[in-house]
């Protein structure tokens, strides 16, 4: 089922993975008979909420032709750029001659494969009448210790402290000019950040714990059992 309002999807994938320590990037590891991002786009392309999926993939990069799904006709692949910023930028450039200002773009991590379509038209619904947007989060159960050089300095309030996830929904025009505005500023690590350096405040929505992006190789095996119970 379409969503009443026009969205499209963006996943930055130029990484490397280099915490997985690996033979390739994350993305083109294998899950439960396919690579990461076969399944992450899979699960956007089969939620039925956009028109197009937007991947930015590094001009290096030898996997991605070799992929079927890289021909899938509601994917267009974008050239990768050195940070997540630059990327996700890159992608926004190769819509402008399909998407509207007004429409909504979705951020959506190549290394997160457990995306359920539930989570993506719970966003979509929630956030589509706002002036921001806002990302999918998790609220924190753990205490929260803030630490300098290994020694606890203060306990957070983790009332106030949420993880973000993605996707992340913006506006379009709203979030390239963003990005554009804050191009090289490091404290831009997601789209959200970009939107707050600017002085706008996104909206969160609780999404689901199995959610999880790949970053270790034991994430993997996690993902696997995550997508053993949503089936």
Not at 97 to 124: F, G, K, M, N, Y
Request: with cysteine; charged share 25%; proline share 6%.
């Amino acid at each position: 089922m379409k969503p009443t309002v026009q969205c499209w999807a963006v996943v930055p994938a130029a990484g490397v993975g280099k915490r997985m320590q690996a033979d390739r990037p994350k993305q083109y590891l294998p899950l439960a008979g396919k690579t990461v991002i076969e399944h992450t786009l899979t699960r956007l392309l089969e939620s039925g909420a956009f028109q197009k999926v937007a991947v930015a993939i590094s001009v290096e990069d030898p996997y991605w032709p070799e992929l079927s799904i890289s021909k899938h006709s509601d994917v267009i692949t974008a050239p990768g750029g050195k940070e997540r910023a630059d990327s996700v930028l890159s992608a926004l450039k190769a819509l402008k001659d399909l998407a509207s200002e007004d429409d909504w773009v979705l951020v959506h991590d190549a290394a997160r494969p457990c995306l359920t379509t539930a989570d993506i038209h719970l966003q979509i619904e929630t956030l589509k009448n706002d002036g921001v947007g806002g990302i999918l989060a998790l609220s924190s159960h753990d205490t929260l210790k803030h630490v300098d050089d290994d020694t606890i300095t203060a306990t957070i309030d983790r009332k106030h402290v949420w993880r973000a996830l993605t996707p992340q929904m913006f506006k379009y025009g709203m979030l390239r000019d963003a990005l554009q505005q804050t191009e090289g500023n490091p404290a831009v690590t997601d789209e959200a950040s970009a939107l707050e350096l600017l002085g706008y405040k996104p909206k969160i929505v609780e999404g689901r714990p199995d959610n999880i992006k790949i970053t270790r190789p034991e994430d993997l095996a996690l993902a696997q059992f995550y997508m053993e119970q949503q089936a």
